[in-house]
């Protein structure tokens, strides 16, 4: 039975993608790598990560899963039907990768925003493509993997295939991080450090680090941050075993 590693969001930073990649162990043609969505915005390298994951599997034994996260779906709508809410808001980081994806040298602050409110214009097609293609979860013996939660309330969470897709790509629901129970879950999405530590013991209170991979029961929360000022993470399983790019 091969081993998978689950990838938290990378946000555009290549230098902690790489640095990640060369402290995994030496993968064979049984293992996986799974990465959990949200390549792009926030950090300076948007274009070259896509680059990297998108290709990774010409380069590596294993195999390679690069799922929808919720940035990628936004872009794909808004290259339908432009969303300032989304391209515009600064948090979003969608002016960081129209530089990375554009040369924009001379090119002002509201020129900048008015060529995020036209994406078709400029956004590279095979980009489009590939985002389109990206599947919403991944499952195998260890694990379920999705980027942001499932569907559902309380202690009832469908499976990914019967749940909405919305849930899949956005969950931020108190019940979810503290009502799941069923087969291990790997998600993305909400930075670690926002989760709840209720399950906690207030010796494990004191020492918690809020900013490291997330553990509770069935449930292991990997976004650390990267794009944030934070930095990757990933999880070996079935050992357990953490790695990141710090």
Not at 1 to 9: E, L, Q, S, V, Y
Not at 137 to 151: F, K, T, W
Request: proline share 6%.
């Amino acid at each position: 039975m091969g081993r998978t590693f689950a990838i938290g969001d990378i946000h555009g930073e290549l230098a902690h993608l790489e640095r990640l990649l060369t402290r995994l162990p030496t993968l064979h043609s049984d293992d996986t790598l799974v990465f959990l969505g949200d390549y792009l915005d926030r950090g300076p390298d948007s274009k070259r990560v896509i680059e990297r994951v998108s290709t990774l599997h010409q380069h590596v034994p294993a195999k390679v899963v690069t799922l929808s996260g919720n940035h990628e779906e936004a872009w794909l709508r808004s290259l339908k039907h432009p969303e300032p809410g989304f391209l515009l808001r600064p948090e979003n980081g969608c002016f960081q990768a129209l530089h990375s994806l554009t040369d924009c040298t001379g090119v002002d602050d509201l020129e900048q925003a008015a060529m995020l409110l036209q994406p078709t214009k400029w956004f590279p097609t095979w980009i489009h493509d590939w985002m389109e293609a990206l599947p919403l979860y991944y499952e195998d013996e260890h694990a379920i993997y999705v980027h942001a939660g499932l569907d559902g309330e309380g202690e009832v969470w469908l499976h990914p295939r019967d749940g909405r897709k919305r849930n899949l790509l956005w969950c931020r629901e108190p019940d979810f991080y503290r009502g799941y129970k069923g087969k291990r879950l790997c998600f993305g999405h909400t930075l670690t450090k926002e989760l709840p530590i209720d399950h906690l013991s207030w010796f494990g209170k004191i020492l918690d680090d809020p900013s490291d991979v997330w553990l509770r029961g069935d449930l292991i929360g990997l976004d650390t941050a990267c794009g944030k000022g934070g930095y990757l993470s990933a999880i070996e399983l079935p050992s357990g075993k953490i790695y990141d790019s710090r």
